[in-house]
């Protein structure tokens, strides 16, 4: 442990200043989280930030970072009423998020190495500009090719932010705070999601569809302001001309996850393998980022470095943050459409049913970071895994009977769950990493999130309307003149439609009719339960891979006592 002597105690010491001067009082070739020589005068672990200036880097990226985590789903309320005011199909307003999403994961693995040419800083920046200036221009557009274009760009802005939060975080924080830290952290990227539904819908129900977009404005504005007072470049990562740009690899990487995240998004529109638009995507998708992965692993200077994956902590945690994607993005997709379509809410109404998962994922981040130094990430990750398996096996229950009430507790229990997962699971994948190698690590986590929740929906869409159509098939089969019940239901309906006065012919006909309606009801609320179950299956499948997720070196959670002076 170090002593206080061992580091200058100038209060004029800038951000870059002082980290200059802790790597000069490092011995070559120690990177963090590595053990330190024993008896070194050298600290375990970087001097922690002052306590003010950390929770004002933090305040500094929350804005963006909660922007772009909102906006990746407080459109799709709204997508009804921009069809309707711009005159477009289902399928092309859909493009609306597809656009967005696209540019979203290919800039998310590229975080790095713009901000190891440009600086950190000024990525982040140009990043907010981007984003708030084509927010603007979203809710302007006259029609559905400008929105959908200035939605590329927003999510070009919107691709980097995530990362660079994520690593700002980690770098702010002292070690002893690092679950602190990614709970804050957690909560932000976690509650985007679940808070963007209720947000767009009220927006949409009270005001108009331009407004999910202007709200941004007012908010990008003040954080860009807030980042360029507090942000600063590490003294590892100031921006210069760096290597020659590896144009193969940006190329490859965008057009692979920019047709794969195409397929996943228009698959079930266009009938996946039946159609050869989806099947020529998925071609070039597979050939594209098979060469990717060639090429960055044999290139010298990757702009994408896929080597950090040989780092066993952090795959294995990128990997369950990849199924936690999936349940999470799979959950607030069907959820929604369960309560409006099957349970008649409306859409404020289904949105403030999710509400509480949301407020309860509040109060446990801090408490999950709290709780991560005395319990351990695997013992951590165990019980939010139980939790949201328990919680997914409580909606694998509901009816058309169900109430608010109803959803209410298992929203709670898997609030708590996702919180304890999250907060554990990018604490513990990080732990190991070298800082200069952190935003790297942080756009490969967040992409493999992202790229989760992609096919999670996906999948859920494909296996929603395929068990629909089963259950209905299934259904049916007893609907026949053999099935007592059957026909004492019809008969039933007849009777009551013939003593309120139509003719026998017509009450038989909307008797069938209405049978038929309930037969609909009852597959969907089978087809539903289904995957409510299904999601809770994935998340079971993630406990045996706790086994690779190492716990971090005590010396990484070891307090630093050496705090420096703020500017």
């Keep these: 442990m170090g002593t206080a002597s061992s580091l200058p105690q100038s209060r004029g010491l800038t951000h870059e200043k002082r980290e200059e001067e802790t790597e000069k009082s490092e011995p070559p070739g120690i990177e963090d989280g590595q053990a330190r020589p024993t008896g070194s005068s050298v600290p375990a672990s970087p001097p922690a930030v002052v306590e003010e200036n950390k929770w004002l880097i933090s305040m500094a990226v929350i804005f963006g970072v909660l922007m772009s985590a909102i906006d990746s789903s407080v459109v799709n309320v709204a997508l009804p009423q921009i069809q309707g005011n711009l005159g477009a199909t289902q399928q092309e307003v859909t493009w609306i998020s597809t ?31 981007i984003f708030t200036a084509s927010s603007f221009m979203c809710g302007l557009s006259g029609s559905l090719g400008t929105l959908i274009f200035w939605r590329i760009v927003q999510g070009l802005g919107a691709g980097t932010l995530q990362p660079l939060a994520q690593a700002i975080f980690r770098e702010a924080f002292p070690p002893e705070q690092q679950g602190i830290a990614m709970g804050i952290f957690g909560f932000i990227v976690l509650a985007g999601p679940a808070v963007g539904p209720t947000l767009g819908g009220w927006i949409t129900d009270n005001f108009n569809w331009p407004w999910i977009f202007f709200i941004n404005i007012p908010i990008g504005i003040i954080g860009f302001f807030v980042a360029m007072r507090y942000l600063h470049n590490p003294n590892y990562q100031k921006g210069g001309s760096g290597s020659k740009i590896d144009a193969v690899g940006i190329s490859l990487l965008a057009v692979g996850l920019a047709t794969l995240q195409t397929v996943l998004e228009q698959g079930q529109e266009d009938d996946w393998f039946d159609s050869s638009f989806i099947v020529s995507l998925t071609v070039i998708a597979t050939v594209t980022l098979i060469g990717f992965i060639w090429w960055e692993l044999t290139h010298d200077n990757p702009a994408v470095d896929l080597r950090i994956l040989k780092n066993v902590t952090f795959a294995s945690g990128t990997a369950i943050a990849a199924v936690l ?53 695997r013992l951590m990750i165990f019980i939010g895994l139980v939790m949201t398996i328990y919680s997914q096996w409580i909606m694998g229950q509901f009816t058309l ?72 098939a299934d259904l049916v089969t007893n609907a026949t003149a053999a099935n007592g019940a059957f026909i004492q239901r019809v008969d039933g309906i007849v009777g009551a439609l013939s003593s309120q006065g139509y003719s026998h ?16 009801q009852q597959a969907a609320m089978l087809a539903y339960s289904y995957l409510f179950y299904w999601i809770g299956l994935l998340f079971l499948a993630c406990i045996p891979l706790l086994i690779f997720l190492k716990t971090p070196p005590k010396t990484a959670g070891a307090k630093a006592e050496v705090h420096v002076a703020a500017e």
């Excluded at 901000?115 to 982040?124: D, E, I, L, P, Q």
């Excluded at 994607?325 to 607030?332: A, N, T």
């Design 505 to 520: 012919s017509t009450a038989m006909s909307a008797a069938y009719q209405m049978v038929d309606g309930l037969v609909n």
């Design 325 to 377: 994607g999936v349940g999470l993005f799979s959950s607030l997709f069907l959820l929604p459409q369960f309560m409006q379509i099957l349970l008649n809410f409306s859409a404020t109404q289904s949105g403030l049913a999710l509400m509480p998962r949301s407020l309860v994922m509040m109060v446990m981040m801090p408490v999950g970071g709290l709780l991560y130094n005395r319990l351990g990430p």
């Design 99 to 129: 656009g967005y999403l696209i540019s979203v994961v290919i800039l998310m693995p590229l975080t790095n190495w713009l901000a190891t040419r440009f600086g950190r800083k000024n990525v982040y920046l140009l990043s907010l500009v």
């Design 401 to 472: 009977q169900t109430g608010a009430d109803d959803i209410l507790i298992p929203q709670v229990i898997q609030g708590a769950g996702f919180a304890l997962v999250f907060v554990s699971l990018s604490t513990a994948a990080l732990s190991s990493i070298p800082r200069e190698k952190m935003t790297s690590a942080t756009g490969l986590n967040n992409l493999i999130r992202q790229l989760g929740g992609s096919f999670g929906t996906a999948f859920v869409v494909t296996l929603l309307t395929r068990h629909i159509a089963q259950a209905r």
